[in-house]
């Protein structure tokens, strides 16, 4: 069941939004070879616990951070530690956040210092297809139309949509139905309400789609070792179209 979203309820969503906008942006200015993830956790966290606020990935399903940080051939939930960011990496940074019962979710990806042309091709394409997708995000639309906006503009880019993970619902829950696939045919799936409240987000490989999860039980890599990038915002479906609520 999808559940609807009232005004105030969107309100709320949206406040859980800032908070992980706010430690995004704290985060940003802290990239830069030499820093470890495991500080850019610990920066994250204490953004949000000073916002009244509460990681909304940690201990969920036994995550053990409050960030997601996939650096290069990581595609998602990679865990924070002692590595250290390195000149050319690009790394995404995922955070959740739970406000007065309501969840916020978004990601992105940057470049430590300077990235090839390649990486840099990979994280604007990326960033856009999350963007096609969102402008489908319309009442009357249909979940579909999202996910092939997404797949056909990374494709398009001779990129890999990943099947194995997906966007979702969000609301009193970090995920809800409906899943958000990347990939899917227009015109099929669901039909888009006002008052839904959806996170997309985009993983795309510079080489094939499929990915591996490693030892450490929640790392995805990319099978072929080529390199992955991430994008995702918290988007609500209101009367006058998609409404970002992850805006920065
Ligand atoms: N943005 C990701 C998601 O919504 C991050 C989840 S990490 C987890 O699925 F630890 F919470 F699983
Ligand atoms: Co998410």
Not at 82 to 87: D, H, I, N, V
Request: glycine share 12%.
């Amino acid at each position: 069941m999808i559940i609807l979203k009232s005004d105030r309820e969107i309100e709320k969503i949206s406040v859980a939004c800032r908070v992980v906008v706010g430690a995004l942006k704290e985060l940003k200015k802290e990239i830069k070879a030499g820093i470890t993830t495991e500080e850019l956790d610990r920066i994250a966290e204490e953004y949000i616990l000073s916002k009244g606020a509460k990681p909304a990935f940690k201990g969920y399903r036994g995550y053990p951070a409050t960030l997601c940080t996939s650096i290069n051939e990581e595609v998602v939930h990679g865990i924070p530690s002692k590595r250290r960011l390195a000149e050319g990496d690009i790394i995404s940074l995922d955070l959740g956040a739970i406000h007065d019962g309501y969840y916020g979710d978004a990601a992105l990806t940057i470049g430590v210092g300077k990235i090839s042309r390649e990486a840099e091709r990979l994280v604007k394409v990326t960033e856009e297809s999350l963007y096609r997708g969102i402008e489908e995000a319309q009442p009357g639309k249909r979940l579909g139309d999202i996910s092939w906006a997404i797949q056909s503009h990374v494709e398009g880019a001779g990129y890999s949509a990943v099947y194995d993970f997906v966007g979702h619902g969000i609301g009193r829950n970090l995920h809800e139905e409906p899943q958000v696939p990347n990939f899917g045919a227009s015109g099929q799936g669901p039909r888009l309400k006002e008052g839904m409240v959806l996170a997309i987000e985009p993983m795309v490989n510079m080489g094939g789609a499929a990915t591996r999860i490693l030892d450490d039980n929640w790392t995805a890599v990319t099978k072929d070792g080529s390199l992955s990038a991430h994008a995702e915002h918290t988007v609500a479906i209101t009367g006058k179209g998609p409404m970002i609520l992850t805006i920065f």
